[in-house]
């Protein structure tokens, strides 16, 4: 299969490409050795989907950090690992919107046992996936989103909500050069709901959409983004000139719990 001439940039999956990230597949029944890596420590992790059961290592580069989510604060949630050079390139957009600095580049599921292959790339899945990580399903609107807030808050009382909100955005597998990817973004505003960050793969924290624009409303924010071209090169099989723009599209809302919620 032809591969664009340029790597492909992902959000949420590990690119082929960033071996840092890669996880370390072991025979079966055979459990992590004193093997080094380039990695200070490996959780093992078992994954059941999909099958067979394998034992995989997930290489983390710091300790996992959580963090309560209180507004647009990027160098200070998780001690800076958002905005920091050293631990910035292991948090993806899944770590962020969860506050938690997993250090892992960490993916829906799959410390619950799961693994995201094309089959599974699409919102109910890894919307599924987020859930069994401790993420609830808040809607697919503004205004379920807005009585699933109303719903929590009568249920805690005067304490008002204990978590935060993301938005879940899906770009679905297209032709033999895009295989997919997911985007989270983080609500900063948990009265109105208007005020929106994300972390696009390792790259820093902001609060504009892939346009340049803020985020008020994930669900009409510009998550588009060129890829670059396809197949520059003449002289190869496939030669296309053209630039892949990929799109990513707005599924779901959900909701992280300031307790409950375990990813790597």
């Given at each position: 299969?032809?591969?664009?001439?340029?790597?492909?940039?992902?959000?949420?999956?590990?690119?082929?490409?960033?071996?840092?990230?890669q996880v370390?597949?072991?025979?079966?029944?055979?459990?992590?050795?004193?093997?080094?890596?380039?990695?200070?420590?490996?959780?093992?992790v078992?994954?059941?989907?999909?099958?067979?059961t394998?034992?995989?290592?997930?290489?983390?580069?710091?300790?996992?950090?959580?963090?309560?989510?209180?507004?647009?604060?990027?160098?200070?949630?998780?001690?800076?690992?958002?905005?920091?050079?050293?631990?910035?390139?292991?948090?993806?957009?899944?770590?962020?919107?969860?506050?938690?600095?997993?250090?892992?580049?960490?993916?829906?599921?799959?410390?619950?046992g799961?693994l995201?292959?094309a089959?599974t790339?699409?919102?109910?899945?890894?919307?599924?996936?987020?859930?069994?990580?401790?993420?609830?399903?808040?809607?697919?609107?503004?205004?379920?989103?807005?009585?699933?807030?109303?719903?929590?808050?009568?249920?805690?009382?005067?304490g008002?909500?204990d978590?935060?909100?993301?938005?879940?955005?899906?770009?679905?597998?297209?032709?033999?050069?895009?295989?997919?990817?997911?985007?989270?973004?983080?609500?900063?505003?948990?009265?109105?709901?208007?005020?929106?960050?994300q972390?696009?793969?390792?790259?820093?924290?902001?609060?504009?959409?892939?346009?340049?624009?803020?985020?008020?409303n994930?669900?009409?924010?510009?998550?588009?983004?060129?890829?670059?071209?396809?197949?520059?090169?003449?002289?190869?099989?496939?030669?296309n000139?053209?630039?892949?723009?990929?799109?990513?599209?707005?599924?779901?809302?959900?909701?992280?719990?300031?307790?409950?919620v375990?990813?790597?």
């Amino acid at each position: 299969m032809m591969q664009p001439a340029r790597h492909l940039k992902f959000s949420g999956m590990i690119a082929p490409q960033d071996q840092l990230h890669q996880v370390i597949h072991l025979p079966p029944g055979e459990m992590l050795s004193d093997q080094q890596y380039i990695a200070p420590n490996l959780v093992t992790v078992i994954i059941k989907n999909p099958p067979p059961t394998q034992t995989i290592g997930v290489p983390q580069y710091s300790p996992t950090v959580i963090a309560k989510s209180t507004g647009y604060d990027p160098a200070g949630d998780c001690n800076g690992n958002f905005m920091s050079a050293k631990f910035q390139p292991n948090n993806n957009c899944y770590a962020y919107g969860c506050n938690i600095s997993s250090n892992s580049f960490p993916q829906p599921g799959r410390l619950s046992g799961n693994l995201i292959t094309a089959s599974t790339l699409n919102g109910p899945s890894v919307a599924n996936f987020a859930e069994q990580d401790g993420l609830v399903f808040a809607g697919k609107s503004t205004g379920e989103l807005a009585s699933f807030a109303q719903k929590r808050r009568a249920q805690l009382g005067a304490g008002g909500l204990d978590g935060h909100f993301v938005a879940l955005m899906i770009s679905a597998p297209s032709g033999q050069y895009w295989p997919g990817d997911y985007h989270w973004a983080r609500c900063d505003d948990n009265v109105n709901f208007s005020s929106w960050s994300q972390k696009d793969g390792g790259d820093q924290v902001t609060n504009f959409d892939f346009a340049g624009n803020p985020i008020t409303n994930p669900a009409t924010a510009n998550w588009s983004v060129n890829q670059g071209p396809i197949q520059p090169d003449k002289s190869q099989p496939g030669f296309n000139p053209d630039d892949m723009v990929v799109d990513y599209v707005f599924y779901c809302f959900m909701y992280v719990p300031n307790e409950g919620v375990d990813i790597i």
